[in-house]
């Protein structure tokens, strides 16, 4: 609910910049890409302080809605919504030890709530360069003994170039998140670290 307040508000100061030279519109988009992620968790427990490594890559399909404000000289300023999560990883594992920790471990990652403040560049014709700036929260879902991972809010950043022929655009972008650090609570004292980028394909429309 938060960041469809964030929306409103973006789209009441973006109608107000609006001058006879430039328009503000809404639409939809359509996103294709694949999403890399490598982490570690490391173990807490006084019998076993291992640490295991997991690369995933995971193709995915999404949509976002968004709102952007056009200026005369083809600027455009824009916050986008995407309001299906995205898996960025998932397994199991047994477990066996001498402290009771044992069972068929499950965990898995999501992308919910992403929101992107990006700007498009004018360069050349009806092409243009893409710059952004990601805000979304990684929610978590394990079935472990006694104890949880908490969600984290997490920022990134996208870079990439588009293509404008009236009001539909096709982009290509590259997306980079910051370094995802949680520890365990209610149990053990485990720690997960990851890392994920993105790279996709993006077709929007305007209305």
Not at 19 to 48: H, I, N, P, R, Y
Not at 155 to 167: D, E, P, W
Not at 187 to 197: E, L, P, T
């Amino acid at each position: 609910m938060k960041y469809f307040i964030k929306l409103l508000a973006c789209s009441l100061v973006l109608v107000w910049m609006t001058s006879a030279k430039s328009e503000v519109q809404m639409g939809v988009g359509l996103q294709f890409g694949q999403l890399d992620t490598s982490g570690t968790e490391t173990e807490g427990t006084a019998s076993d302080t291992s640490t295991r490594s997991k690369s995933f890559e995971e193709q995915f399909i999404g949509g976002d809605i968004f709102v952007e404000y056009i200026a005369g000289n083809g600027l455009t300023v824009g916050l986008s919504y995407v309001p299906l999560d995205i898996e960025i990883g998932a397994g199991s594992r047994k477990d066996a030890n001498t402290e009771g920790d044992t069972g068929t471990r499950t965990a898995s990652a999501d992308v919910t709530d992403l929101t992107t403040l990006y700007a498009n560049y004018p360069v050349s014709g009806d092409w243009y360069a893409l710059a952004g700036v990601h805000m979304t929260t990684i929610k978590t879902e394990e079935s472990l003994n006694a104890s949880s991972y908490p969600d984290e809010d997490i920022f990134g950043y996208q870079i990439g170039f588009g293509l404008k022929q009236g009001n539909v655009k096709m982009e290509l972008s590259y997306s980079d998140f910051e370094d995802i650090d949680i520890s365990a609570s209610g149990g053990n004292s485990n720690s997960v670290s990851a890392d994920a980028d993105a790279m996709a394909l993006r077709i929007s429309v305007g209305f």
